[in-house]
């Protein structure tokens, strides 16, 4: 998936095995980021930090959802145990992760093997991809101090909701 590319759309169960679809959020902003595993650190970390500035999102008109290839049971546990506000969908089968180029090909200390490639797209009201981010980082440390992904992508959202 490509900016400008019309988002694929797709439908997935939520924490309360409600079914999630894309086409049911037209008119609003979505912030879709695709992460490894519920309760790992770096997991943990971008999960709360969504949490943190949902608020700020919400007033942009946005919704976040986080997917992951974890069960429901997983998600319920993940968001109960950090107290999280954003729905996790349940993409066991990886389908919509493969359509959005978030499950691929990895490298660790010279294995390679396949997984989930952390990455956070914006779909605009109309469907649109937006903007995308492959290979996430949660934080990035800079000479100002760590800057989290959570803030950048409110700030890429703000800039796109300005042009």
Request: charged residues 30%.
């Amino acid at each position: 998936m490509e900016i400008g590319d019309k988002a694929y759309e797709f439908c997935l169960p939520n924490e309360l095995n409600e079914n999630i679809c894309l086409k049911d959020q037209k008119g609003k902003w979505v912030i879709l980021y695709f992460y490894p595993k519920d309760n790992t650190s770096g997991c943990t970390k971008e999960a709360i930090d969504f949490t943190e500035k949902r608020t700020e999102f919400t007033n942009k008109n946005a919704v976040i959802y986080g997917v992951s290839p974890d069960s429901i049971v997983s998600h319920v546990k993940f968001i109960s145990k950090h107290t999280l506000s954003i729905p996790l969908l349940s993409d066991e089968e990886k389908t919509v992760m493969k359509a959005y180029g978030a499950w691929g090909l990895k490298k660790n200390y010279g294995k390679e093997y396949e997984g989930v490639i952390r990455s956070t797209f914006i779909i605009n009201p109309d469907g649109i991809i937006a903007h995308k981010w492959h290979n996430v980082s949660v934080q990035q440390k800079r000479k100002d101090g760590i800057v989290k992904h959570a803030e950048i992508v409110l700030k890429k959202l703000t800039e796109l909701q300005q042009d």
